[in-house]
């Protein structure tokens, strides 16, 4: 199903991203602090390279986790799209 602009009708519409950058944004801070602290456990040797590598693995599980998420909530939840002709933000 196609969704056009209902001010130009135009077809150049896409759907609106807030909920996907927030939840990717928490994903990646609260991945980095989780990946952090179970790097860390890894000794006196090991906590430098565990720790980096568990906020670095964190980060970006968090993040895609985050971005999965806040999809599904725009999708089913907000549902609003803007025209990337006259940019209107509407609802459909």
Do not use: W
């Not at 209902?6 to 939840?23: L, Y």
């Not at 040797?45 to 985050?66: K, N, W």
């Amino acid at each position: 199903m196609s969704i056009f602009c209902p001010k130009c009708n135009s077809p150049n519409v896409s759907g609106s991203q807030i909920a996907q950058r927030t939840g990717a944004s928490i994903g990646t801070i609260g991945g980095a602090i989780y990946g952090y602290r179970i790097g860390t456990i890894f000794g006196p040797v090991g906590m430098f390279t565990g720790a980096i590598a568990g906020l670095i693995c964190g980060s970006i599980s968090g993040c895609e986790a985050g971005h999965a998420v806040g999809k599904m909530i725009d999708e089913k939840v907000i549902s609003e799209y803007v025209c990337n002709t006259c940019h209107y933000t509407f609802s459909n």
